[in-house]
C-alpha cells in the first residue's frame, strides 16, 4: 500500500510563491514516476507536472517557467515550487504515482491564489 501526504498548500497573493510537498511511504519516490496534478471548482483534475524515476521532467504549458518539480529520495519526498502564482492556479493540488497496476493520490491541498 502506498500512501501520499501533500501539505504547503496556502492563500497567496499573485505573483508569490509556494512550495507542496507530497510525502510518501516508503521508497517510492525513488523508484516511481510522480506526478502533480490540479483540480478547480467546475473542472476536470489536469496534469501539471511529472518527475519520472531517471529525473526527467515535464510540465503542462501554462506553467511551464514558473513551476518546478523536484524530489528528495532520501526524505520520501516530491516538491512542487510554484512561483509567480496567477488566479488561475487557484485549485486543490494533487500527487499521485502509479506503482503495482494502479493508480494512488493524496488528499490534496488547497492553493488560493487572490488579492
Known amino acids: 500500500q502506498v500512501q501520499l501526504v501533500e501539505s504547503g498548500g496556502g492563500l497567496v497573493q499573485p505573483g508569490g510563491s509556494l512550495r507542496l510537498s507530497c510525502g510518501a511511504s516508503g521508497s517510492i519516490v525513488s523508484i516511481a514516476s510522480i506526478g502533480w496534478y490540479r483540480q478547480a471548482p467546475g473542472k476536470e483534475r489536469e496534469p501539471v507536472a511529472g518527475i519520472t524515476r531517471g529525473g526527467s521532467t515535464n510540465y503542462v504549458d501554462s506553467v511551464k517557467g514558473r513551476f518546478t518539480i523536484s524530489r528528495d529520495n532520501a526524505k520520501n519526498t516530491v516538491y512542487l515550487q510554484m512561483n509567480s502564482l496567477k488566479p488561475e492556479d487557484t485549485a486543490v493540488y494533487y500527487c499521485?504515482?502509479?506503482?503495482?497496476?494502479?493508480?494512488?493520490w493524496g488528499q490534496g491541498t488547497q492553493v488560493t491564489v487572490s488579492s
Open positions: 499521485k504515482v502509479y506503482w503495482n497496476f494502479k493508480d494512488y
